[in-house]
């Protein structure tokens, strides 16, 4: 058998192994509503108390099929500047270099790594996660809360999902404060993410286009809400504590 033939015959399994790989990791593409999304973050705070920050403005895309979960990723960019415990004092302290650092370290990110089904609406999503210069395994519980068409324009194709995860600061170098700050970090989740338009994915890979970009809407957008203003501070609020943490 000549030579070139055997090669051929060689590299056709070849390539229907690579391409049954990209079938494998299929699924409809979705970016990320950086609007919709939000980070739940309790610490513990000296034995007293669980604060609460939030995290908004993540960013990313995902590739989801509701049939079958095991081919999905995921691909996250978590803005750190962000986050907010309610208190200019206790944000600047967390942000601090002592602690996460942002200055030098200002995005989070998680890549999932493989998708673990558990049934039809939840799934265990294995990845890594990337904060202040360390990288770390981590597992989110994920469960799917809707897959359908947005009831507002411009009506595009809208997966939700809430997730849980706990996670070790000292696992990622952020030790200061042990006595003040607990080391459990409890994460929940709460994201939207819209069905990306045709060759969205492919801009946003170039550089012309954020999957952020892809997301917003194209359409008219309905009157907001009327929301009344909020009461105005009481002249009367005792001052912040002195204390140089939380």
């Known amino acids: 058998m000549p030579r070139f033939l055997r090669h051929c015959l060689f590299a056709i399994p070849c390539l229907l192994l690579a391409l049954a790989g990209a079938a494998r ?9 950086p609007v919709h999304t939000r980070i739940l973050v309790a610490v513990d705070h000296a034995g007293f108390s669980k604060a609460l920050g939030t995290v908004s403005g993540a960013t990313g895309t995902l590739h989801f099929d509701p049939d079958d979960w095991s081919t999905a990723r995921v691909a996250v960019e978590i ?18 270099r002592s602690l996460l650092d942002a200055d030098a370290h200002p995005l989070a ?17 294995h990845g ?25 324009p411009p009506f595009r194709r809208t997966v939700g999902f809430s997730a849980t995860a706990t996670l070790s600061r000292a696992d990622f170098g952020i030790t200061a404060w042990k006595s003040v700050i607990g080391d459990a970090v409890e994460l929940r989740i709460e994201a939207e993410a819209t069905r990306m338009r045709a060759g969205a994915e492919a801009e946003a890979s170039d550089g012309d286009a954020s999957p952020a970009d892809a997301a917003i809407p194209t359409g008219p957008v309905p009157d907001p809400v009327d929301v009344p203003d909020p009461e105005p501070a009481s002249e009367s609020s005792p001052p912040p504590d002195p204390e140089p943490l939380p």
């Open 128 to 152: 890594t996660l990337s904060l202040r210069g360390v990288s770390r395994e981590v597992a989110l519980h994920v469960a799917l809360n809707a897959a359908k068409r947005h009831p507002l």
């Open 25 to 33: 990791a299929g699924g409809e593409a979705y970016a990320l509503d």
């Open 109 to 125: 990110r998680f890549t999932s790594t493989r998708v673990e089904p558990v049934d039809e609406r939840r799934a265990i999503v």
């Open 79 to 96: 803005p750190l500047a962000r986050l907010d415990f309610g208190d200019a004092d206790w944000n600047r302290a967390t942000l601090a």
